[in-house]
């Protein structure tokens, strides 16, 4: 049997490599050994395609191969994100979650959409180049609690702003919670535009809406 280091490395490499099929074999073949299904993914999977990233970056890699290396991530999430811990709480509250218009990349949002499904929220998807009366008709819609906008294209950024203001000026500001991520985003950038949060990666995304539910529940149990 193989250390868990050494499937990780292997699950890593399967994604930069774009080996769709194999990953399959080495996820199945980690998850048997007992290991953390979340470790798998992110320090496997996510780790494979954070350089194949690192490599578009670079122009080695094009968009063909991040395709190739997205397909073999995702086979392997077909093989772990089931063996997640699930909530036994039943749904915490609803989210809507997606990609702001001008951006089709939507990789760390559907990571997101793994992680807080997992913690037992509610997840509505909209997808990936969403028109920004789209997300605020769905948080009426759903009643959502939180709002996750997402982007990696700093030309798509000013569309989290003109989302929230938009929910302002329907009157529904004050009930949802927006929290924003991708890579050109920072937490300057989540106060200018006033959102209540930033998250860097999946992980601490979990935590930011954790805290912001729990607070919003405090301000209401206090009226």
């Known amino acids: 049997m193989c250390s868990k280091e050494d ?16 990953v399959i074999d080495v ?22 395609m954070k350089k194949a990233s690192d490599l578009y970056e670079r122009e080695e890699y094009f968009i063909p191969e991040l ?18 811990p699930k909530n036994e709480n039943g749904a915490k509250c609803k989210i809507v979650i ?4 001008g951006d ?31 997300f605020v008709e769905e948080v009426k819609k759903e009643d959502a609690r939180v709002l996750a906008l997402s982007t990696l294209m700093s030309t798509s950024m000013k569309n989290m702003g003109k989302i929230i203001e938009l929910l302002k000026s329907e009157g529904v500001r004050d009930r949802v919670s927006v929290i924003i991520g991708g ?36 301000q209401s149990r206090e009226r």
């Open 183 to 218: 890579a050109p985003i920072s937490e300057s950038f989540a106060r200018k535009i006033e959102a209540d949060g930033y998250s860097a990666n999946a992980t601490e995304a979990v935590k930011l809406v954790d805290r912001l539910v729990s607070e919003k529940s405090g």
């Open 27 to 48: 996820a199945k073949a980690y998850a048997d050994s007992g290991y953390d299904a979340l470790d798998g993914i992110l320090d496997g999977l996510v780790d494979g």
């Open 67 to 84: 395709l190739g290396c997205s397909a073999a991530m995702y086979n392997g999430l077909d093989v772990l994100r089931p063996l997640l």
């Open 98 to 101: 997606g990609v702001v218009q």
């Open 104 to 134: 089709t990349h939507d990789i760390g949002k559907n990571l997101v959409k793994i992680m807080l499904e997992s913690a037992g929220y509610e997840v509505t998807d909209l997808g990936r180049d969403v028109p920004v009366e789209k």
């Open 7 to 22: 499937y990780l490395a292997e699950l890593s490499r399967c994604v930069l490599e774009m080996e769709e099929d194999e």
